[in-house]
């Protein structure tokens, strides 16, 4: 069983950035993926990187949002730029298998 930490999250002015971070036990040989979940609202997909390295990104956040892997160090990390209050959410690190428990992001004046 593989288990997955986030961290990095926290409370940010619109405008601002962070960078998140997902350590996982083992070692991940398939495609990760972050997905975000906001109060009363489904947990949406946000961007997903293969074994590879390929990226996709969902429209909302594309040209602000980076995923990247470190398959060295088994992590996965979403940086995140000019961040809006709609990206206020619990954002997940997950391997479509094994999830994290979550980071809450907030984004607020």
């Known amino acids: 069983q593989v288990q997955l930490v986030e961290s990095g999250g926290g409370l940010v002015q619109p405008g601002g950035s962070l960078r998140l971070s997902c350590a996982a036990s083992g070692r991940i040989f398939g495609a990760m993926a972050w997905y975000r979940q906001a109060p009363g609202k489904q947990r949406e997909l946000v961007a997903t990187v293969s074994s590879g390295g390929r990226t996709n990104y969902s429209d909302t956040v594309q040209g602000r949002f980076t995923i990247s892997r470190d398959n060295d160090k088994n992590a996965v990390y979403l940086q995140m730029r000019n961040l809006k209050p709609e990206d206020t959410a619990v954002y997940y690190c997950?391997?479509?298998?094994?999830w994290g428990q979550g980071t809450q992001v907030t984004v607020s004046s």
């Open positions: 997950t391997t479509f298998f094994y």
